[in-house]
């Protein structure tokens, strides 16, 4: 017959009487929460004033200092030259309401000089006439989730070279094996 466990030495978790948040609090911890979890800090762009809001975790995370990143123009003088051109036309499909929302993965410069990269996100707030005032989104580093990517591309590139460049039955490489393996690469569909 079963015996019975002696009960447990370690202390039980005690409810302590505290104030319930308010309703605005807990939406706001809710939010908070959310992002921390996407690794990801909050812009506010003013447009009509040039003026922007980076929340300091965004600084934080991007390895920036209040002064080094606090007007418009300090983030785009931080992107990589060869991301601007890609930058600058997303970003106008957005404002000139194309797009539903703004994306953008870009390369920049963190604090200490060193290239990293960001997706950007962005929804415009627009006047009756359409133009956008002010666009709320917010910016993660990817930098991690680019060199994966970069990684298995290479992985699958080295695996095709060397598949392609295998002797086949005579003894001698095939060409066609080769192109139709760097194909494959193109179309992800080897591996």
Not at 44 to 53: F, G, K, L, S
Request: net charge positive.
């Amino acid at each position: 017959m079963p015996t019975r466990a002696a009960p447990s030495t370690r202390p039980t978790r005690r409810s302590t009487a505290r104030a319930t948040p308010s309703k605005k609090a807990q939406i706001e911890e809710r939010y908070v929460l959310a992002m921390e979890s996407l690794n990801l800090g909050v812009f506010d762009w003013n447009i009509e004033a040039d003026t922007v809001y980076f929340a300091p975790d965004l600084r934080i995370m991007l390895g920036l200092t209040e002064k080094e990143l606090a007007r418009p123009r300090d983030w785009i003088n931080r992107m990589h030259p060869d991301d601007l051109p890609l930058y600058r036309r997303k970003l106008a499909e957005h404002l000139k309401g194309h797009t539903p929302r703004f994306e953008c993965d870009t390369r920049y410069r963190d604090g200490d000089g060193t290239w990293r990269w960001a997706r950007q996100h962005g929804v415009a707030m627009r006047h009756t006439d359409g133009r956008a005032f002010r666009m709320v989104g917010a910016t993660g580093d990817i930098t991690e989730i680019k060199n994966s990517q970069r990684e298995a591309l290479a992985a699958k590139t080295a695996a095709a070279h060397r598949a392609a460049l295998s002797l086949d039955e005579e003894g001698s490489y095939n060409e066609e094996r080769y192109a139709l393996a760097l194909q494959a690469i193109n179309e992800n569909v080897f591996d």
